[in-house]
């Protein structure tokens, strides 16, 4: 069982920087895989990025390369999303998802509870 708790959401103008923070429950976090997705108001979730739970291999969305980072620290139990040169289509809820697979699928097995992130134009 995993629980997780996201951090560091707010109001930012475009091109402003956030660093979004996940906390993890448990002592066996760093054998899942470790991601974010995102939802904007009216619409799907949308995968934004995650790290592989050995290799620390990352995935990025092709709409946030080049401007989010992913990185996770094992021993704090964290992971986190560093986003430059936001844009006011970023603006969504983040959610923090704990997969136990090798990568992070559609379907991960743990999700938080998120952290809106709204990005002023």
């Known amino acids: 069982q995993v629980t997780l708790v996201e951090s560091g959401g707010g109001l930012v103008q475009a091109g402003g920087s956030l660093r979004l923070s996940c906390s993890a429950s448990?002592?066996?976090?760093?054998?899942?895989?470790v991601g974010w997705f995102r939802q904007a108001q009216g619409k799907g979730r949308e995968f934004v990025a995650s790290v592989t739970r050995s290799e620390g291999k990352t995935f990025y969305a092709n709409s946030v390369k080049g401007r989010f980072t992913i990185s996770r620290d094992n021993a704090e139990n964290t992971v986190y999303l560093q986003m430059n040169s936001l844009k006011p289509e970023d603006t969504a809820v983040y959610y923090c998802v704990a997969d136990a697979k090798m990568f992070v699928t559609n379907t991960p097995d743990y999700w938080g509870q998120g952290t809106q992130v709204t990005v002023s134009s």
């Open positions: 448990g002592r066996t976090f760093s054998s899942y895989a």
